[in-house]
Nanobody, 117 residues
């Protein structure tokens, strides 16, 4: 069982930056692939960025070059650095975890990110 707790969301002006953090419980964090998802009102949840247990990263085209996902296994934490934020980045952001070849089946409660003009 893994419990995930996100933090770092808030209100920021377009062009600004935020860093989201997700702390995981348990001693097997390093085995999990981690992802950041987001869901805007009226839209489906989408995968924004992912990092494998081995540190391989991937990004949605909409955030490539602006967002950076990283992990610190010693702190059981995954981060999402968000730069050059746009109005369209406004959403609830969720941290999620999965094991290799499995679905994302562990989810945090979400943190709101609002980008204003």
């Amino acid at each position: 069982q893994v419990q995930l707790v996100e933090s770092g969301g808030g209100l920021v002006q377009a062009g600004g930056s935020l860093r989201l953090s997700c702390v995981a419980s348990g001693r097997t964090f390093s085995r999990f692939d981690m992802g950041w998802f987001r869901q805007a009102p009226g839209k489906e949840r989408e995968l924004v960025a992912a990092i494998s247990s081995g540190g391989i990263t991937s990004y949605a085209d909409s955030v490539k070059g602006r967002f950076t996902i990283s992990r610190d296994n010693a702190k059981n934490t995954v981060y999402l650095q968000m730069d050059s934020l746009k109005l369209g980045d406004t959403a609830v952001y969720y941290c999620a975890a999965k094991l290799l070849f499995g679905p994302y089946n562990y989810w945090g409660q979400g943190t709101q990110v609002t980008v204003s003009s």
